[in-house]
């Protein structure tokens, strides 16, 4: 039996060189469904001698599979055979003013 923290279903890794990809499938308490991703790569503190690892996580949610995968596909169908993907499959980000703040992903709180 895995060892699932509470509201995790299902989890499974995948190494790639030297990364590895956490695909866990979880719960919320009304039992919805969703998906995170965390890449996670270990790298070395040169200061004090000692690894550490950096972590990168998606959350993906239901309503939002049929889009990602459809972008995801069209994406790596790009890499392999340079056929453009069509732009409806993509939000259109808003145009930026000089005005506009710059957020980095530690603006954000997740």
Do not use: C, W
Request: charged share 35%; no cysteine.
């Amino acid at each position: 039996m895995e060892n699932l923290e509470k509201n995790e279903v299902l989890s499974r890794a995948v190494r790639a060189g030297k990364r590895t990809y956490f695909f866990d499938v979880k719960a919320t308490k009304s039992d919805e469904k969703y998906l995170t991703i965390t890449e996670s790569k270990r790298k070395f503190n040169a200061e004090n001698g000692t690894f550490f690892y950096e972590k990168h996580k998606l959350f993906l949610y239901k309503e939002d599979f049929d889009k990602f995968k459809n972008a995801l596909e069209a994406m790596l169908n790009f890499i392999e055979t340079g056929e453009m993907p069509a732009d409806e499959l993509f939000a259109i980000p808003e145009q930026r003013t000089e005005n506009s703040a710059d957020l980095t992903f530690e603006d954000l709180d997740a």
